[in-house]
């Protein structure tokens, strides 16, 4: 089947109908000089095909329109990068946000413009191997534009692994992040943890992750059982500071986001603490 032209955005890049009936976007230089819309694609001119769902693909026109060829083609080669080393199934929106970030954060270095990075300093701890995969991106990056990029947009790059990862927006995924620097913050206040190679902190963080998302996305776990609140009672007697630990971060979380702890995620939290700090 002979693919013809249905769209052209740019002299690099067009819209067409692949053999399979199926919208795709190509891009390569000069692919779309001279053509017209029914024109037979020039399949030899070709770099890059991008085949998204139906959500992302109009968002994605728009960013091929708006930004240069070159940013569109290293935006694909992070995101390719990012596929290979993370072991979640990311959504096409990455396609839309990280390229829309990629060629801001670009113009924004070359600009000289600086951006304050103390409210993300956390990212790193939250979201540790989606911000190893992000500084494998920002190498990428400096190495194929040969340019020096702060080591620190690692933790904006990998807010997007997460919010792909997890199909959500980057609104839920800030909200999230926040919230978690609050109970982490407490925590690191009332003991001495060490967050490098740390197994037990690594499952403590995943466990908040999940309440966190479980308070944003306003769900409410079972009713606290009579076994579970015979096994709170009795534990907060052993562990007394990891309780006082656990009310702390009940109090933040029902005085900034309103959500009241059962005993049952009041145990789970104090358990994880227990192993965290013994």
Not at 188 to 216: G, M, P
Request: proline fraction near 0%; include cysteine; charge should be negative.
């Amino acid at each position: 089947m002979t693919e013809r032209i249905r769209r052209i955005f740019n002299n690099n890049a067009l819209l067409a109908i692949n053999e399979k009936g199926q919208e795709v976007i190509y891009v390569g230089r000069g692919l779309a000089y001279g053509c017209s819309k029914g024109d037979i694609v020039r399949k030899e001119y070709i770099d890059k095909t991008f085949s998204l769902s139906s959500d992302h693909n109009e968002k994605f026109t728009e960013l091929i329109e708006e930004f240069s060829l070159e940013d569109i083609l290293l935006a694909e080669k992070a995101i390719s990068y990012i596929k290979q080393k993370s072991k979640d199934v990311l959504s096409d929106s990455i396609y839309v946000t990280l390229t829309d970030h990629i060629s801001i954060m670009l113009e924004r270095i070359r600009k000289g413009c600086d951006f304050d990075y103390t409210s993300l300093l956390n990212i790193k701890q939250l979201y540790h191997e989606e911000f190893k995969i992000a500084e494998g991106v920002v190498d990428l990056i400096s190495q194929d534009l040969k340019m020096e990029i702060p080591k620190a947009e690692a933790n904006f790059i990998t807010l997007h692994i997460v919010n792909a990862s997890t199909d959500s927006n980057i609104v839920k995924v800030y909200k999230i992040t926040n919230m978690m620097t609050g109970i982490l913050n407490i925590v690191k206040t009332r003991f001495d943890i060490s967050e490098t190679d740390n197994i037990d902190y690594d499952r403590f963080v995943t466990h908040c992750r999940f309440l966190v998302n479980r308070i944003i996305d306003q769900q409410k776990t079972n009713l606290d059982s009579g076994k579970e609140l015979k096994a709170w009672s009795s534990l907060i007697s052993i562990y007394d500071d990891e309780n006082e630990c656990v009310n702390e971060i009940t109090d933040y979380l029902l005085q900034k986001y309103n959500y009241s702890i059962n005993k049952e995620e009041r145990l789970y939290l104090m358990l994880h603490l227990a192993k965290l700090t013994r």
